[in-house]
Antibody, heavy 122, light 108 residues
Framework: QVHLVESGGGVVQPGRSLRLSCAASGFTFDNYVFHWVRQAPHRGPEWVAV????????YYAAAVTGRFTISRDNSNNTVYLQMNSLRADDTALYYC???????????????WGQGTTVTVSS | SYVLTQTPSVSVAPGQTATMTCGGDKIRGKSVHWYQQKPGQAPVLVVYNDNDRPSGIPERFSGSNSGNTATLTISRVEAGDEADYYC???????????FGGGTKLTVL
């Protein structure tokens, strides 16, 4: 079965760091692009970052550029999101999502994990 | 940055047709994807590339895209279709993925 399982969330003080992980199983990992998407309470989804098949192409939302880093380990079927200088408005449920295609050939996010919660509070 | 605008809410009786729109500048030139999200659950892709359905999604779900508006149509609406629906595109100008603000579908 196809699965994405996020981990690494928690409660953290403003200015601190967290590293999220997304473990994939049930499919050929390096055939897919991966995104991180977050959703604050009672809000819609907000795209955070994307990484291409081999990690050579990466893009970030303006709100996280310079603070967050997405990466992947194709040998361990895992995607990461390193989050530095966290702020209160980063508080959200963070989803990892699989996608076929990139850019002009983006076909949507067809598999999502259940998310990991990040709370930034003093 | 590219903006997608959705009507906040739509209400429809069971068995009727629900139509939800997603507005964006020259959206016809982009591929639009639609997601269904029920409370406490992750989003689920219901339409991709304007009008294709992933396996397992009923034929009642369909999409179209023309001019400045993309549309998700749900025929013969069922109580289980009650959810939030989000449109999405990849903006190739900025290489950012953009979500619309969502439409809450209420089944009366």
């Amino acid at each position: 079965q196809v699965h994405l399982v996020e981990s690494g969330g928690g409660v953290v003080q403003p200015g601190r760091s967290l590293r999220l992980s997304c473990a994939a199983s049930g499919f050929t990992f390096d055939n897919y692009v991966f995104h991180w998407v977050r959703q604050a309470p009672h809000r819609g989804p907000e795209w955070v970052a994307v990484i291409s098949y081999d990690g050579s192409n990466i893009y970030y939302a303006a709100a996280v550029t310079g603070r967050f880093t997405i990466s992947r380990d194709n040998s361990n079927n895992t995607v990461y999101l390193q989050m530095n200088s966290l702020r209160a408005d980063d508080t959200a449920l963070y989803y990892c999502a699989r996608a076929l295609g990139f850019g002009d050939t983006f076909y949507g996010m067809d598999v999502w994990g259940q998310g990991t919660t990040v709370t930034v509070s003093s | 940055s590219y903006v997608l605008t959705q009507t906040p809410s739509v209400s429809v009786a069971p068995g009727q047709t629900a139509t939800m729109t997603c507005g964006g500048d020259k959206i016809r030139g982009k591929s639009v994807h639609w997601y269904q999200q029920k409370p406490g659950q992750a989003p689920v892709l219901v339409v991709y590339n304007d009008n294709d359905r992933p396996s397992g999604i009923p034929e009642r779900f369909s999409g179209s895209n023309s001019g400045n508006t993309a549309t998700l149509t749900i025929s013969r609406v069922e109580a289980g279709d009650e959810a939030d629906y989000y449109c999405q595109v990849w903006d190739t100008y900025s290489d950012h993925v953009v979500f619309g603000g969502g439409t809450k579908l209420t089944v009366l």
